[in-house]
C-alpha cells in the first residue's frame, strides 16, 4: 500500500504482504522502521538460538537512501499499448514515482523514483498486481540465512522482508523455505544507488554483501494464469458430463467452483487493480461476467471464459517474447575500452593533453605490408583503460578496422573513415590531420592518433541513442483495434445492463447478471490474437520479424514508406567497372599487378578488385615491401616502383598519365564513380572505374509494387544528392521524391513531417537511421551486419531482398481483414444475444452458451486461415503445444514450492 496524500491508500495485489509506505515515511536520508514487538523478538531469538551466537542490533534506524533515481527494468506479460497505458497510469498514483515510461515494444519500464518518499519495491509491486513482474534474475545473498539476520535485526522472517524491500535499488525480495535471501535488481541503475543499495544491504546482513545468481521458485503471474486455466479445464469437463448424467445444481456448483476461484484468480486480481487504478480493462468485463454466470448457475460459461481469459492472455505474449529475443542489441557500438597514449612529447604546444596524461606515440607504421605491418610502433607506449576514464583532451590510438570508442580529432597518422552508418556515404572518406571523426565509426584504414573532444553520453553517437530511446518510449500513436473496442464496449455494457434492469426488467434484478454474461464476447479474447499470432508464426517464415500483434495492426495501415537507399535499396559496396588500358599494356598483366597491391587491404575498392579477380581466376602477382600511402597503398616489382592510387593524387605525385586514361577518368566523374589510377616506375597504366553503389535485385520492382498498393514512396540519404537523384531515376521515382544529403537529424524532422500527415513506415540499416526508425509509426531494420539497429526497429528483416517489404504490407493488410472479420462475429453474434435477452426470446441459458462457444471456433479458424492450409493447422499445433510445456512447467513450480519431496 502506499499513500496518495493524507489518508489515501493505494492497494497493489501480491502474493506477498503489501507494503503501507504510511509505515515508512522518511524525514532525511535514514528512516525509522516499525519496531517490533517484544513477543515477534522473543520468537525471533528462540528459532536461531541454538545455531546462532550473534549480536542483536537496534534496528531503530533502516539504511534508506535518499535523492531521485533514474531506473529501468524488463517485464514480463507487457505485450500490448494497452498494457502499457494502464501500466503508466498505475505507477503515476504513487508519490515516488515520476517520469514514466512503460514500452510495449521493448517490454520496458522507466521511472524517477523519489526514495525518500517511497520505495522502489512498492512501484515492482504495483506493476506485478497488473500481471508485469520484473522480468530479471534473482541474486542470493552469499553465506546469509534469514533466520541469522531477523535475529540481528530483533525482527521476525516476514518484518524481515519488508525492511529487505524498503531498501534503496531493490525490486523483490524472497525469503525461500530454505531461509536463504533472494533479491532482484533492475538491471539499468546509476552507480551512486548501486552504492547505497549495497551499502544499506551489508548494514542489514552485518557483513559485506556477496551475491550469487539463483533461481527462485516462485510463482510469476503468467504462470498463475496458466495454472488456473490448466485446473478449471479439466473440471468444465466434469461440469459438462455432470450435466449430461444429470447432477444436481449445487453439485455441479461444488465442482465448477474451485475452478472458478483458482481459475480466474488472476484475472480478479487485475480487475480489482485496474478498478482501483481507476480504469475499466476488459479483466473489468470478464470478471464480471464470470461472477454473474456463476451466480445464474452457468457454470459451463463461466468456466469457459475464465479458461479463454487464462490461455488467450498467453499465445501473442510468448510469441511476443520470441521477436524480441530475436531482435536483442543493435545499438551498443561503443567499445567499453580506448588505448590511451602515455609520455607522447606533442609537436605543437596546442596538442598537449589537459588531463593528468602526457602523451607519446611513434610515428604510424605501414598500414598494410609484410608481415607485422600495419601496426603502431610496438615500442609505443599506451595503455588500454576503460572508456569512463578518459577525458576530453586525452590523446587515444585507433587502429585499422577498429570502432572508435570517442569524438576527435586526428592529430596524427591517417587513413580512412567508413561513414556509411553515420551519413550513407558509400565509400570511406580519406581523413588525416585536423578532420573530426565519430565514435561509433569503423576505422577502415589507419591508425591515426585523435584528441579526445567528446567521450561517453556528449558523444554525437550518445545522442541518437538517446532520441531512439525518447522516441521509442512514446507511447504509438495509431491505438489497436481492441484498445478503441474495450474503451467504448465495456463502459457500454456495465451502464448498459443497468439501464435495461431500471426502465425494462426493474423487478428482475438478475437482468443485469445476464446481460453481463451474454455481452462478454468470448470470441473476441481471440479475435486479435488468433490473426496476430498467425501472422508473426507467417512472417517469420519468409523472414520477417515483428515485434507484436500492434505491428501488425499499424503495418496494416501504412501509406508512405520513406526508405533509405545506401545497404537498404543498394548493398553500399563498390564494384568493379571498366579496365581502361593505355596504349601497349596488357589488361590482364594490369589487372594481376592490382591484385597484388590490394591483396592485404580492406579497403571496399580493394576487396572488389580481389572478388573480381576470383570470379575470373586471375592470380595477383607478388609484390614487395607493401606500405600504405595516402589515398592509396605502393611496393616494388623487379627493383620498379608500382601505386595503386586515386586518380586526383596522380597530379601532386607528379605521375604521366595517358590521354587515353584522363578520359576516361572524366567519363567516369560524369556518371558519379569513383576511379584508381595503376602506375609503374611513374607512369600510368590502366584506369580502373568503380561504380560505388550496386543496386539490390529487386529494388525497382519494390517501388512498382508499392505504387500499385497506394503507398507514396520517397528516399532520404545522407549520400550526396546528384547519387541519390541518378539512383531515384533508375528506379522509377522522380527527383521530387529523392532526398540527398540528409543528417540523422534531418531525416528525425522529415519523417516528423511526413507522420503528421500519414501513416508512416521508415526503412534502414545503419545508426544513422536509428532515431527515424523510432519516431516512424513503423521502423524496419534491414540487413545482417552490426549496423542494423534492432532496438528502434519495430520489425527485422535480415535480408537484401527488398521485395520482402511487399510481402510484409501484404500479409499485414490480410491479417488486419481478418481481425475485422473477428470482430464482426463477435460483435453480431453478441449483440444478438443481448438484443435476444431483452426480448425473451429464448430460456434456456444453454442456448446463448452454445452459440458463444461455437463463434470462439469461427474466430480460431478464421483466424488461422492466414497461415495457409497446412500452415494454419501447423499454427494451432504450435499454440497448443506451447500452451502444455508452459503449463506443464507452471505446474511443475507450483509442485516444488508447496508440495516439497
Not at 37 to 46: G, L, N
Not at 429 to 439: F, H, K, T, Y
Not at 456 to 482: K, M, N, Y
Not at 776 to 800: C, H, K, R, W, Y
Request: glycine fraction near 8%.
Amino acid at each position: 500500500m502506499s499513500t496518495g496524500g493524507d489518508g489515501e491508500v493505494f492497494l497493489s495485489l501480491d502474493e506477498d504482504e503489501v507494503l503501507d509506505t504510511r509505515q515508512t515515511k522518511r524525514t532525511s536520508s535514514r528512516s525509522k522502521a516499525t519496531k517490533p514487538s517484544k513477543k515477534a523478538k522473543k520468537a525471533a531469538k528462540k528459532d536461531v538460538e541454538a545455531v546462532l551466537d550473534a549480536e542483536v542490533l537496534d534496528t531503530t534506524f533502516v539504511q534508506q537512501a535518499s535523492g531521485t533515481y533514474n531506473v529501468s527494468w524488463p517485464l514480463l506479460g507487457m505485450d500490448c499499448p494497452d498494457c502499457a497505458g494502464k501500466a503508466t497510469r498505475a505507477l503515476n498514483f504513487l508519490p515516488q514515482v515520476s517520469g514514466t515510461n512503460v514500452s510495449a515494444t521493448l517490454g520496458t519500464v522507466r521511472i524517477d523514483v523519489d526514495l525518500e518518499r517511497g520505495s522502489l519495491a512498492e512501484a515492482s509491486s504495483v506493476l506485478r498486481s497488473l500481471g508485469h513482474a520484473p522480468d530479471v534474475e534473482y541474486n542470493e545473498l552469499v553465506g546469509v540465512r534469514s533466520a541469522a539476520v531477523a535475529h540481528r535485526n530483533g525482527v521476525d522472517q516476514r518484518k524481515l522482508l519488508k525492511i529487505f524491500k524498503l531498501q534503496p535499488g531493490v525490486l523483490d525480495a524472497e525469503i525461500t523455505d530454505d531461509e536463504r535471501i533472494l533479491v532482484q535488481f533492475p538491471p539499468d541503475t546509476g552507480k551512486n544507488l548501486y552504492i547505497d543499495r549495497d551499502a544499506s544491504l551489508s548494514q542489514i546482513i552485518g557483513s559485506p554483501v556477496k551475491y550469487a545468481s539463483a533461481q527462485s521458485n516462485r510463482i510469476r503471474p503468467d504462470q498463475w494464469r496458466l495454472i488456473g486455466g490448466g485446473i478449471a479445464l479439466p473440471l468444465l469437463l466434469l461440469v459438462i458430463f455432470g450435466e449430461l448424467i444429470g447432477l444436481p445444481e449445487y453439485a455441479l456448483g461444488l465442482i465448477a467452483l474451485p475452478g472458478l476461484i483458482i481459475g480466474g484468480s488472476q484475472m480478479f486480481k487485475e480487475a480489482f487493480a485496474s478498478i482501483r487504478n481507476r480504469q475499466l480493462g476488459f479483466q473489468v468485463l470478464t470478471s464480471l461476467a464470470v461472477i454473474g454466470a456463476a451466480i445464474l448457475g452457468m457454470w459451463e460459461e463461466a468456466l469457459v471464459v475464465a479458461i479463454l481469459v487464462a490461455f488467450t492472455a498467453h499465445l501473442e505474449g510468448d510469441a511476443l517474447v520470441k521477436a524480441r529475443n530475436a531482435m536483442q542489441g543493435g545499438l551498443d557500438r561503443l567499445p567499453r575500452t580506448a588505448r590511451l597514449l602515455t609520455k607522447r612529447k606533442p609537436n605543437d604546444f596546442s596538442q598537449v593533453s589537459t588531463s593528468s596524461f602526457t602523451l607519446q606515440m611513434a610515428a604510424p607504421a605501414p598500414l598494410i605490408g609484410a608481415e607485422g605491418a600495419g601496426l603502431p610502433d610496438p615500442d609505443a607506449e599506451h595503455e588500454s583503460v576503460p572508456i569512463e576514464l578518459i577525458r576530453i583532451g586525452d590523446c587515444i590510438e585507433v587502429r585499422s578496422g577498429e570502432l572508435i570508442p570517442a569524438d576527435g580529432v586526428i592529430i596524427d597518422g591517417h587513413g580512412s573513415l567508413d561513414k556509411a552508418p553515420l551519413t550513407g556515404e558509400s565509400v570511406p572518406v580519406e581523413v588525416s590531420n585536423g578532420d573530426e571523426i565519430q565514435a561509433g565509426l569503423v576505422l577502415a584504414r589507419g591508425p591515426v592518433v585523435l584528441r579526445v573532444t567528446a567521450v561517453g553520453d556528449d558523444t554525437r553517437l550518445s545522442g541518437l541513442i538517446d532520441a531512439v530511446h525518447t522516441f521509442r518510449e512514446e507511447p504509438p500513436r495509431l491505438q489497436s483495434s481492441i484498445e478503441l473496442f474495450t474503451a467504448i464496449w465495456v463502459p457500454l455494457v456495465l451502464v448498459g445492463a443497468l439501464v435495461i434492469w431500471y426502465f425494462m426488467f426493474p423487478e428482475n434484478w438478475k437482468i443485469i447478471l445476464l446481460v453481463w454474461v451474454v455481452a462478454c464476447p468470448c470470441a473476441l479474447l481471440l479475435a486479435t490474437p488468433v490473426p496476430h499470432a498467425a501472422a508473426l508464426s507467417r512472417s517469420a517464415q519468409f523472414g520477417a520479424i515483428a515485434r507484436g500483434g500492434d505491428v501488425i495492426e499499424r503495418l496494416s495501415r501504412v501509406n508512405h514508406i520513406l526508405l533509405d537507399k545506401t545497404g537498404t535499396l543498394t548493398s553500399g559496396k563498390p564494384r568493379l567497372g571498366e579496365v581502361v588500358m593505355a596504349k601497349g599494356r596488357q589488361r590482364s598483366a594490369a589487372l594481376k599487378l592490382a591484385g597484388g597491391l590490394e591483396a592485404r587491404s580492406s579497403h571496399p575498392y580493394a576487396l572488389s578488385v580481389m572478388e573480381y579477380l576470383k570470379q575470373e581466376k586471375i592470380t595477383p602477382s607478388p609484390v614487395r615491401a607493401l606500405s600504405d600511402i595516402e589515398a592509396g597503398v605502393k611496393g616494388t616489382v623487379s627493383g620498379k616502383e608500382v601505386m595503386f592510387i586515386r586518380f586526383d593524387r596522380s597530379a601532386a605525385l607528379k605521375i604521366q598519365v595517358p590521354e587515353e586514361l584522363k578520359l576516361a577518368h572524366a567519363t567516369a566523374e560524369t556518371k558519379g564513380h569513383g576511379a584508381s589510377l595503376l602506375v609503374r616506375d611513374g607512369v600510368g597504366i590502366a584506369l580502373m572505374t568503380f561504380i560505388h553503389d550496386d543496386t539490390h535485385d529487386g529494388s525497382k520492382e519494390l517501388i512498382l509494387a508499392l505504387q500499385e498498393r497506394s503507398i507514396n514512396v520517397e528516399i532520404l540519404s545522407g549520400d550526396h544528392q546528384s547519387a541519390v537523384s541518378a539512383f531515384a531515376k533508375s528506379v522509377g521515382l522522380p527527383d521530387s521524391a529523392a532526398h540527398g544529403g540528409f543528417s540523422p537529424e534531418q531525416k528525425v524532422e522529415w519523417v516528423k513531417n511526413r507522420s503528421q500527415t500519414h501513416v508512416t513506415m521508415m526503412v534502414g540499416d545503419g545508426f544513422n537511421d536509428a532515431a527515424a526508425l523510432a519516431l516512424a509509426d513503423v521502423g524496419v531494420a534491414v540487413g545482417t551486419g552490426e549496423t542494423v539497429n534492432l532496438e528502434a526497429a519495430d520489425v527485422l528483416i535480415p535480408s537484401d531482398n527488398p521485395l520482402m517489404l511487399t510481402d510484409l504490407v501484404d500479409l499485414a493488410r490480410s491479417s488486419q481483414r481478418i481481425l475485422i472479420g473477428n470482430f464482426l462475429i463477435s460483435i453480431g453474434i453478441t449483440i444478438s444475444l443481448v438484443a435476444a435477452v431483452i426480448l425473451q426470446m429464448y430460456d434456456e441459458l444453454w442456448v446463448g452458451v452454445l452459440i458463444h462457444e461455437a463463434s470462439v471456433i469461427l474466430v480460431i479458424l478464421n483466424g488461422a486461415r492466414l497461415a495457409g492450409n497446412q500452415g494454419g493447422v501447423s499454427l494451432l499445433r504450435s499454440i497448443f503445444a506451447s500452451l502444455w510445456v508452459d503449463t506443464k512447467e507452471a505446474f511443475g513450480l507450483l509442485r516444488s514450492r508447496y508440495l516439497p519431496q
